[in-house]
């Protein structure tokens, strides 16, 4: 409990400088509205604002499980095939420097406005760090377990399930703690191409109407959107992997 | 029956000038680790192999494992290896070594108990009889206390026993360490050094036993092979013969002090070649 102490300290200074800020410059409040102001709009708006961001956690999770199931499958066929991994593994490293942004409008022409582009945004974004990270906690093993199994003859399932998928569980979870982040950064970005509801849509109409207000409001609800989402990962990984340190993902 | 003592005449481990060697992979010159080593091993012996570093001691005890390949590994090999007249690999498959590497090899995310069960899991064997024989193996090296623990949470001398019981847990014919206790300080090695030999007195594996120190080869031993530097001969094996079974007195009797120093000069013999 102590170590979040300076971080809580920290946020409070912030927000004191913002506010007073705001009132000595007297900055107009479509340009930076107060904390004091936010807060209470935050707060009161609470049932159209909750399912705008209950409808954007719903794309980002199940983008985020498909994302997620895609990677660590197309990781297992990688460790399985040596040639489909030298075949695909460098056009899904090539894929991830489009920009997902750039994606996103093709997506919403392709399959209309509805939740299904932004499922598919949020899973491409989730895809990446998972692939990597799995594939690489797969195929990083330590050479004299290898030869522990040998020397018992273990078969190569035996190998795979024993001794590979407990040792690439550490590095799956890193790449899920990022991605769960990305899933939600993914809705969002696919939201902002072509929606009705949702925390994109919210931030873009507000931006259109020039309520600044609810523009805070939505980004900060995206936020702790976000958070959640890393931390109810982190709680999983801390009964699934309690043996690991954590280990922090490679972006690719 | 007669087959019988046909089993009961075949060494346990036959090398007949045995020499193996690692082809470059550009197809120039070859390394070769092993040249024409021979030595035959009985039933129930302990050999330890000492030599100087690098030279091949690993590679001898992987390639008795049946551990090297030729199609994966590359390695080439002359002469003849046979494990109770079996090629390596035939004897892997019948599960007859374990293997004991000079790290413990635990698996981080099982407890003691479980790491020490493992062989069991890869070996599909009958379930209920296997929790016995754990509960047996883990008192004979004396961690019984400790068989819930996490590896992380035990000293490397613990970490080093869990390791033994993984390997005895196998009931192998033949136990193969290389340099087990290697890593461990001298009172530990040197108790864990007894509780071998008291081990070895009940289940009489045969042991191939890796290490760099002389006191521990001379006190283990039937026999010590002591091999040349690259690539490794047999330079000399000596027959070690203590009055009695050992014990701490041992380890400043004449005769063993005596033995020691013989194979510190065969040692420096070798070095002064260099």
């Keep these: 409990m102590r170590r979040i102490v300076p971080a809580v300290i920290f946020m409070i200074c912030i927000v004191i400088l913002w506010e007073s800020v705001v009132h000595v410059f007297t900055i107009p409040e479509y340009l930076l509205p107060a904390p004091s102001a936010i807060l209470p709009r935050l707060l009161s708006m609470n049932a159209g604002l909750l399912t705008h961001t209950g409808y954007t956690a719903f794309e980002s999770a199940l983008g985020f499980i498909l994302g997620s199931v895609f990677g660590i499958l197309l990781a297992m066929l990688f460790v399985h095939s040596r040639t489909l991994e030298l075949g695909i593994y460098p056009y899904a490293i090539a894929l991830k420097t489009v920009p997902i942004v ?132 982190a709680i999983l990984e801390k009964f699934i992997v309690p043996w690991e340190q954590r280990l922090s993902a490679d972006m690719a | 029956m007669l087959l019988d003592t046909q089993e009961q005449n075949v060494p ?44 091949g001691k690993t590679t001898l005890l992987r390639a008795v494992a049946g551990l090297l390949t030729p199609e994966d590994d590359k390695v080439v090999c002359e002469g003849s290896l046979e494990v109770f007249g079996m090629s390596p690999w035939e004897a892997k498959r019948q599960r007859m070594f374990a293997f004991t590497f000079q790290n413990p090899v635990l698996l981080p995310w099982r407890n003691v108990r479980q790491n020490v069960g493992l062989p069991l899991e890869i070996m599909n064997s009958g379930k209920r009889k296997d929790a016995q024989l754990i ?54 090695r040197e108790r864990l050094n007894f509780e071998l030999l008291r081990i070895h007195r009940i289940r009489k594996p045969t042991i191939l036993f890796v290490t760099h120190s002389l006191s521990e080869a001379v006190l283990l031993a039937d026999r010590v092979l002591i091999l040349s530097k690259r ?41 002064s070649t260099v």
């Design chain 2, 135 to 188: 509960d047996e193996v883990l008192s004979m090296v004396g961690i019984g206390d400790f068989d819930k623990a996490m590896p992380s949470e035990i000293s490397g001398g613990m970490q080093q026993r869990a390791n033994l019981a993984r390997a005895l847990v196998q009931e192998p014919r033949i136990l193969l360490m290389d340099e087990p206790f290697g890593s461990l300080d001298e009172v530990t």
């Design chain 1, 102 to 233: 750039a994606i996103a409008p093709l997506l919403i022409v392709w399959f209309g406005n509805g939740i299904l582009p932004k499922v598919i945004v949020a899973a491409v974004i989730s895809f990446f760090p998972v692939v990597v990270n799995t594939t690489k906690g797969l195929r990083n093993i330590d050479a004299e377990a290898f030869d522990l199994f040998d020397s018992m003859s273990a078969t190569k399932s035996q190998v795979f399930f024993k001794l590979r998928v407990p040792s690439a569980l550490p590095y799956l979870f890193a790449a899920l703690r990022i991605s769960s982040t990305l899933a939600v950064i993914g809705a969002i970005v696919g939201e902002f191409s072509g929606a009705d509801r949702g925390l994109g849509f919210f931030i873009m109409i507000s931006s259109y109407r020039l309520e600044t207000v609810d523009m805070f409001v939505g980004i900060l609800a995206s936020s702790i959107l976000g958070i959640l989402f890393f931390y109810g990962i």
């Design chain 2, 231 to 271: 690539p490794s001969t047999v330079r000399e094996v000596i027959t070690v013969e203590l009055p009695q079974e050992p014990t701490e007195e041992t380890l400043i009797s004449s005769e063993y002090l005596g033995l020691v120093r013989r194979i510190r000069e065969v040692f420096a013999g070798e070095d």
């Design chain 2, 12 to 55: 346990a481990i036959n090398f007949r000038r045995f020499s193996l060697a690692y082809p470059n992979s550009k197809g120039g010159l070859s390394l070769q680790v092993l040249r024409d080593v021979s030595l035959t091993v009985q039933r129930g012996e302990i050999i330890t192999i000492i030599g100087p570093s690098g030279c």
